[in-house]
């Protein structure tokens, strides 16, 4: 996209002397006050700082990353807004591998060019492209007729394993906040598949042994698509295209790919690759920490949050974070089912006795991650609004 200085200049001049654009300046400020007191209140979360890369070199191990790439692929308006915000989170985060959005072509026909239509999806793509350095690629939504219209879509995901230009790709689903890029995952050992055990899934009171369950033994199994290391490849891709056309109506992409490859795959560690928003809502964390965490591990919110790669918004019926207008059930939702603060022993005090306070540490790692998320997609789609603000008053 080309801009010359001297309409860029006018532009900008015409748009600072509408009242639109005072308004909205206004609340840009209050937002940028709020976000910065809130990043000096919030103790709990220390994200690694993002460093700069020249991500079309190799670097001095001699790796190739334009090998690699992370897809993000969009059914709907909602959705492309999250992708874009987790794409600017890798670029800021400093990941070295190509990053790739699948959208509806409908949204953006030719993402080579652009008409300064003024529409948002294409700008929202605009912008992926232009400051996020992402490849666009336009696609066919891939949907099927199901029982539940909310998955009826999801095996557009699947079109990665049709990225055949790269060697591995990371699929990631846009209901995900990334805390830190996943780049050691591209260089894994050769598998068409590597995904985390569904972990939350499990029961930790039945017994292994006991063949006769066959629903805890089929838990126990079961792998979570919310993110995958892919080895692209025209066979496997057929493969999935071949299931899609078999599949019952009550089968998704997870189903799906659990029928190919339960007994094949790399399994990644959920800890920390593949965390859920509500585990930080239990009472009993072992099934995260794993079966063989150290017996005297304490469940500590703010170090299992400052460890983790990524997070799967999961709190049902608790609305997800970019739904625009909460009604009162929501609110209600959100009030009952938020995480409890907890009395918690603390270290003794000078006289020797154990000192016993109110820990809120859960609560709060789990609101910021939802406010954090609003506060991105506000900031983002202020920063859309702001660029291409048209000139009337």
């Excluded at 909602?78 to 890798?90: D, F, P, T």
């Excluded at 998955?151 to 699929?171: C, G, M, P």
């Excluded at 509500?278 to 469940?299: I, P, V």
Aim: proline share 5%; with cysteine; aromatic share 10%.
């Amino acid at each position: 996209m080309t801009i010359s200085f001297e309409k860029s200049t006018a532009h900008c001049v015409a748009a600072l002397t509408s009242g639109r654009c005072r308004a909205v300046l206004v609340v840009a400020v209050i937002i940028v006050t709020i976000y910065a007191f809130l990043c000096r209140t919030d103790d709990f979360y220390h994200p690694e700082r993002p460093y700069v890369l020249d991500r079309n070199s190799k670097t001095t191990d001699g790796t190739d990353w334009s090998r690699f790439a992370y897809t993000q692929y969009v059914t709907s308006s909602v959705y492309l807004c999250n992708s874009v915000m987790l794409l600017e989170q890798l670029h800021r985060l400093g990941s070295r591998a190509d990053r790739v959005l699948m959208y509806p072509a409908k949204m953006l026909p030719d993402p080579e060019t652009w008409d300064d239509g003024g529409f948002r999806d294409a700008e929202l793509l605009i912008k992926a492209r232009d400051e996020y350095g992402v490849k666009l690629k336009p696609i066919q939504v891939q949907h099927r007729e199901t029982i539940n219209d909310t998955w009826s879509d999801s095996y557009t995901k699947l079109l990665a394993f049709n990225q055949t230009h790269y060697e591995r790709v990371i699929a990631i689903d846009a209901d995900v906040t990334l805390l830190k890029h996943m780049d050691e995952l591209f260089l894994l050992p050769p598998c068409p598949i590597a995904m985390p055990r569904a972990y939350w899934l499990l029961d930790d009171d039945d017994d292994d042994d006991d063949d006769t369950n066959k629903t805890t033994m089929s838990s126990r199994m079961t792998l979570a698509s919310h993110v995958m290391v892919i080895q692209p490849s025209e066979r496997e891709f057929a493969r999935i295209q071949k299931s899609v056309e078999r599949a019952a109506d009550d089968e998704y992409d997870m189903e799906l790919l659990n029928k190919m490859y339960a007994n094949t795959a790399m399994v990644l560690p959920h800890r920390p690759f593949a965390m859920i928003s509500s585990e930080f809502r239990e009472a009993n964390h072992s099934l995260y920490l794993g079966s063989d965490a150290d017996a005297e591990e304490e469940w500590d919110p703010a170090a299992v949050l400052n460890e983790a790669r990524t997070v799967h918004f999961s709190d049902y019926p608790v609305p997800k974070p970019w739904k625009e207008h909460l009604t009162a059930y929501d609110e209600m939702s959100i009030r009952k089912l938020e995480p409890k603060c907890a009395m918690k022993k603390k270290k003794k005090n000078d006289e020797g006795e154990d000192d016993v306070g109110e820990d809120c540490s859960a609560r709060d790692a789990w609101r910021w991650l939802y406010s954090d998320f609003r506060e991105r997609k506000a900031v983002s789609l202020f920063l859309v609004d702001m660029f291409f603000v048209d000139e009337m008053g």
